[in-house]
Structures are given as C-alpha cells and as structure tokens.
C-alpha cells in the first residue's frame, strides 16, 4: 500500500524559499504510470493544484505558479520535492502531496502539511 508523507518548515519568512518534501513508501516513484503531484488549500480557499513530476521526470505546473515553482525527485530516496519561491503571506496554506495515474490526483494522498508565511 502507498503511503505518502510531506516533511519541511511550518514557517517561512516572506522572499524566501519554500522547500516540502513528500517521501514515499510501497512504490518506487519512477513505476510507470504514476505521477506525483503537489497540491495545496489556503485557509477558507479551495485545493489549488501546483504541479506533478512523471514517472519518467517530466515536471509540470500551473501557468499561475509556474514562475516560482520547481519541482524536482531523488530517486535513490524514493521523494520528491517542490521548492516555492518568494513568498509572499498568500501562499499559507496546507500543502499535500498525492499520487496520480496522470496529472490528477487519485485516492493516494499525504495527510497534508501547514506552512505559514510570515516574518
């Protein structure tokens, strides 16, 4: 069974970076045809998707995030990550990663990770 799991800071100052990382467990992250997705609700908002790397290492990203967003994978640690750039106090949020057999989630989520932006 996969498990999921987001890890890094709860508080980040704004202008800084923002790094998560989900570690997964049950499957290697490079099986085809799994996708492996970041996602994130803001306090009141609705979830926001914010990217995916591929089974094979092909990133993609909401055209609104994209700018500031990376996404990258170690695959000898079976994780992936999403790094934020200059933050600002809108991107509080709870932030998941889930898996996917495309670019949507399907049932396989973490228990998701609060990040605050303040100074």
């Known amino acids: 069974q996969v498990q999921l799991r987001e890890s890094g800071p709860g508080l980040v100052k704004p202008s800084q970076t923002l790094s998560l990382t989900c570690t997964v467990s049950g499957v290697v992250i490079t099986t085809n045809p799994y996708y492996w997705i970041w996602i994130r609700q803001p306090p009141g908002k609705g979830l926001e998707w914010m990217g995916a790397?591929?089974?094979?290492?092909?990133?993609y990203y909401s055209p609104s995030l994209k700018s500031r967003t990376s996404i990258s994978r170690d695959t000898s640690k079976n994780q992936f990550t999403v790094q934020l750039s200059s933050v600002t106090p809108e991107d509080t949020a709870v932030y998941y990663c889930a898996r996917g057999g495309g670019l949507l989630p399907g049932d396989s989520w973490g228990q998701g990770t609060q990040v605050t932006v303040s100074s």
């Open positions: 790397i591929a089974y094979g290492g092909s990133t």
